[in-house]
């Protein structure tokens, strides 16, 4: 790639031409949040960080430059630790604009009911209507309710 082109904007370009939108370019929060109105795909590009999905007794997983996460509306995520330079990528799919939960009460059972109604994704963030995410998604949405 020569030196002048920007990999993150060429990234972002990516995820907007395949209908992932209102990215942007920071950290993942370092505590635990999630979305009930967007499914959210994550793009690591510099760095690299421990995330945990499911809230406090979920899943821990090393995040390394060049992953990518799809996360499900309803599934909590938070940055446990990362190197200084971490930075990532996030969009979300095209007319799902995210909000912002933490398991507190009084969200439920809007946020069910927000989660139940959103469609899925057209298409995988990087390689469109062909890509792996198409393939892979959930088949029974309602499996898809880990909140906090």
């Given at each position: 790639?020569?030196?002048?082109?920007?990999?993150?904007?060429?990234?972002?370009?990516?995820?907007?031409?395949?209908?992932?939108?209102?990215?942007?370019?920071?950290?993942?929060?370092?505590?635990?949040?999630?979305?009930?109105?967007?499914?959210?795909?994550?793009?690591?590009?510099?760095?690299?960080a421990r995330?945990?999905?499911?809230?406090?007794?979920?899943?821990?997983?090393?995040?390394?430059?060049?992953?990518?996460?799809?996360?499900?509306?309803?599934?909590?995520?938070?940055?446990?630790?990362?190197?200084?330079?971490?930075?990532?990528?996030?969009?979300?799919?095209?007319?799902?604009?995210?909000?912002?939960?933490?398991?507190?009460?009084?969200?439920?059972?809007?946020?069910?009911?927000?989660?139940?109604?959103?469609?899925?994704?057209?298409?995988?963030?990087?390689?469109g209507?062909?890509?792996?995410?198409?393939?892979?998604?959930?088949?029974?949405?309602?499996?898809v309710?880990?909140?906090?």
């Amino acid at each position: 790639m020569p030196q002048d082109e920007n990999p993150v904007a060429i990234l972002k370009e990516i995820l907007e031409t395949n209908n992932w939108t209102y990215s942007w370019e920071d950290c993942i929060y370092d505590y635990h949040h999630y979305h009930s109105t967007a499914h959210e795909a994550i793009v690591i590009t510099r760095g690299s960080a421990r995330i945990q999905f499911g809230g406090p007794g979920g899943i821990t997983l090393q995040a390394d430059v060049g992953d990518v996460f799809i996360i499900p509306a309803g599934v909590a995520h938070k940055r446990i630790d990362s190197a200084e330079n971490f930075t990532c990528v996030g969009a979300y799919p095209a007319g799902q604009k995210y909000d912002m939960n933490y398991g507190e009460t009084g969200e439920r059972p809007a946020t069910d009911t927000n989660i139940k109604k959103l469609p899925l994704p057209e298409n995988d963030p990087l390689y469109g209507n062909d890509g792996p995410l198409n393939k892979n998604w959930f088949s029974q949405r309602d499996q898809v309710t880990t909140l906090l």
